[in-house]
């Protein structure tokens, strides 16, 4: 792919989901808010959140903390892994990029505390509470991300409520970026998630982009604001009518860059394929051919744990394009 250029596009959009969350309802707030998710997911694939029902205080008690934790000595850090016998859909627990990956990040994985395989660190103190608290409340503005997507969709009510109603393959990161250095500022490499939808909680760093019409467009931190994007299932599903983003991380000089990712996703042995709402039902052929999630999961991590030597071979959604 050509270089993209920085600031192509302008500012991701800003979508208010105060309608969804005021009693007794606002209809109209409500269908202007789906529009504006439908949109947004048809050309960016990103939006920014307002008014979203997780509260700003515990966002960045949350932030604090992973920050705390991040900041302990190594020895420390990897004290927080599962006995190897926890089973969960992706290793639990701390970690950081192999030394030959182009990523340069740590990370700690959580999954629902119903799985009971999670490690948390004895340190620092509250840091449990503040992410199951934070777990549950993303876990919520999943559920209701969803239900918009329905409507966005055309699909019959409930339907993704029914097909995804699982949520032991959910997971969330915290994550530190390293300092940018002199030769590289690689966070993540531009990538798509392979899941349903994001959550994106982030520090005042910055460095989140969006690719969009060939520039890249920052996803700059706005205290209280969620970033969103979809993945690939959603993709798949709407036949590319709806957008899984490319997007990357670019780290800053002289500062660490802390942030939650929520992975709201669907069951490992769930099958994706684009629906007949966007095929047969509107004359138009499916351009994925159908596959289980757990096997393209598997691939997508990969990428990750034996990077490819070329761009070419590294996993995305294209392998199942037609």
């Given at each position: 792919m050509a270089a993209a250029k920085i600031g192509g596009g302008g500012a991701i959009p800003v979508v208010d989901l105060a309608p969804f969350l005021t009693a007794g309802g606002d209809e109209g707030g409500a269908a202007r808010a789906t529009a504006a998710v439908r949109e947004a997911c048809r050309t960016y694939g990103f939006f920014r959140a307002v008014n979203h029902g997780v509260p700003a205080g515990l966002m960045a008690r949350a932030l604090d903390l992973s920050a705390s934790f991040f900041a302990l000595p190594f020895e420390e850090k990897a004290k927080a892994r599962p006995a190897e016998a926890a089973e969960a859909p992706l290793p639990a627990g701390y970690a950081?990029?192999?030394?030959?990956?182009?990523?340069?990040?740590?990370?700690?994985?959580?999954?629902?505390?119903?799985?009971?395989?999670?490690?948390?660190?004895?340190?620092?103190?509250?840091?449990?509470?503040?992410?199951?608290?934070?777990?549950?409340?993303?876990?919520?503005l999943g559920l209701l991300i969803q239900e918009i997507l329905n409507e966005c969709m055309g699909l019959p009510p409930g339907f993704l409520?029914?097909?995804?109603?699982?949520?032991?393959?959910?997971?969330?990161?915290?994550?530190?970026?390293f300092p940018a250095t002199e030769e590289e500022n690689n966070g993540i490499s531009e990538h798509q998630d392979s899941n349903c939808i994001t959550f994106v909680l982030q520090d005042g760093v910055g460095g989140l982009e969006v690719l969009k019409d060939g520039g890249w467009v920052p996803a700059d931190p706005v205290d209280g604001s969620i970033v969103v994007n979809i993945g690939d299932v959603i993709q798949v599903m709407s036949n590319s009518q709806l957008k899984s983003a490319t997007h990357r991380v670019v780290r800053k000089p002289a500062a660490h860059r802390h942030s939650l990712a929520f992975f709201f996703n669907v069951h490992g042995d769930k099958w994706v394929e684009p629906l007949p709402e966007f095929t047969e039902k509107v004359?138009?052929?499916?351009?994925?051919?159908?596959?289980?999630?757990?096997?393209?999961?598997?691939?997508?991590?990969?990428?990750?744990?034996?990077?490819?030597?070329?761009?070419?071979?590294?996993?995305?959604?294209?392998?199942?394009?037609?």
């Open positions: 950081r990029q192999p030394a030959h990956s182009a990523d340069k990040n740590e990370y700690l994985l959580l999954f629902g505390p119903h799985l009971g395989v999670n490690a948390y660190p004895a340190e620092p103190s509250g840091f449990r509470e503040a992410m199951e608290e934070c777990y549950s409340k993303l876990t919520e409520e029914a097909y995804n109603g699982d949520r032991s393959f959910d997971f969330m990161a915290a994550l530190r970026y004359g138009e052929a499916p351009r994925y051919r159908g596959f289980l999630y757990n096997e393209y999961q598997l691939l997508r991590m990969s990428n990750k744990t034996h990077p490819p030597t070329r761009p070419d071979d590294v996993v995305d959604i294209t392998r199942y394009a037609i």
